[in-house]
């Protein structure tokens, strides 16, 4: 999760710097075009590095479990992108949060 989640803080940090994204064939050029080649590489390589610890999960786990566990990466985007990007997280989405962490908890209690 904390891979999966920091790939998409450092991949939202160079849009922040690239600005919007045109759908006319030029994407990649705009991200590359701003020297940000060093940062994509890094959240690929964490995107990577997830998806690696995702299969290991899924091979030890059931789904629903560790799908549930995913889920709160929701919490760590949160923290991440307030402290990396000064983004404002909101009461309301911290009290969704919450109620994500709760839910993830409930499963994962004993039965």
Known sequence: MLFGSGS???FKAVL??????TANGFMLE???????????FAAFAMLVIAFLFW????????LSYA?????????IVALL???FLGEVVTA??????????????MLWSPR
Not at 16 to 21: A, K
């Open 81 to 83: 992108s307030a402290l």
């Open 67 to 75: 799908y549930s566990i995913a889920c709160s990466s929701a919490l």
């Open 8 to 10: 998409q803080v450092v």
């Open 16 to 21: 922040n710097e690239t600005g919007p994204l």
């Open 30 to 40: 705009q991200m590359f075009a701003k020297g940000k080649l060093l940062h994509l």
């Open 92 to 105: 309301r989405a911290w009290v969704g949060i919450v109620l994500i962490v709760v839910g993830i908890a």
């Open 55 to 62: 299969t290991l999960s899924l091979s030890r786990l059931e």
